[in-house]
């Protein structure tokens, strides 16, 4: 049996670099059941770990976070299961405007045209939707230039 470095990987990342690695797939097969076996691979966990690690660490979209989970070769109803649980839409509302309150800081000095781009720029290179950027950076630009009075 081959042995599994411990990085948390998904049964299909898992599968996949050993075949890169070029081992039988006899022996990829049996390495994947007992690591499924001994719970060293879990799609489950590991889509929790990787949507806590993305909001908090690297904050994304929803949408961003699911796109990057399908990559990774979750099922969707799982990837769906987990944002439901992990992340709710109001959660993603609040994650937005807490990104767009500290990036406006930066941009205190340039022309207020300037800094809604680079806002919703900055916003939607995280995955989030337009409509939410521009509810987001409307709210917040207002809170910004009243605070600035």
């Known amino acids: 049996m081959l042995l599994l470095r411990y990085r948390p990987r998904s ?6 670099r050993m075949s890169e690695q070029g081992y039988d797939p006899a022996a990829i097969n049996d390495t ?14 590991f889509a ?8 908090w660490h ?5 949408a961003a976070i699911a796109q990057e ?3 990774k070769g979750i099922d969707p109803e799982l990837i769906s299961s987990t944002l439901q649980a992990e992340y709710p839409a109001v959660q993603e509302i609040e994650l937005a405007t807490g990104l767009a309150e ?13 800094r ?17 950027v521009y509810q987001v950076v409307k709210v917040v630009e207002k809170e910004f230039d009243h ?3």
Request: positive net charge; aromatic residues 6%.
């Open 69 to 71: 989970l399908r990559q």
């Open 32 to 45: 994947i059941d007992q690591a499924i076996a001994t719970d060293q691979l879990d799609d489950a966990a």
């Open 58 to 62: 690297h904050p994304l979209s929803r």
């Open 147 to 149: 605070a600035e009075d």
């Open 102 to 114: 500290m990036r406006i800081r930066r941009y205190a000095g340039i022309t207020p045209e300037k």
């Open 116 to 132: 809604r781009n680079r806002l919703v720029s900055f916003l939607a290179r995280r995955g989030f939707s337009r409509g939410l």
């Open 11 to 16: 049964i299909a990342e898992a599968r996949r």
């Open 48 to 55: 929790k770990l990787w949507t806590r690690d993305r909001m």
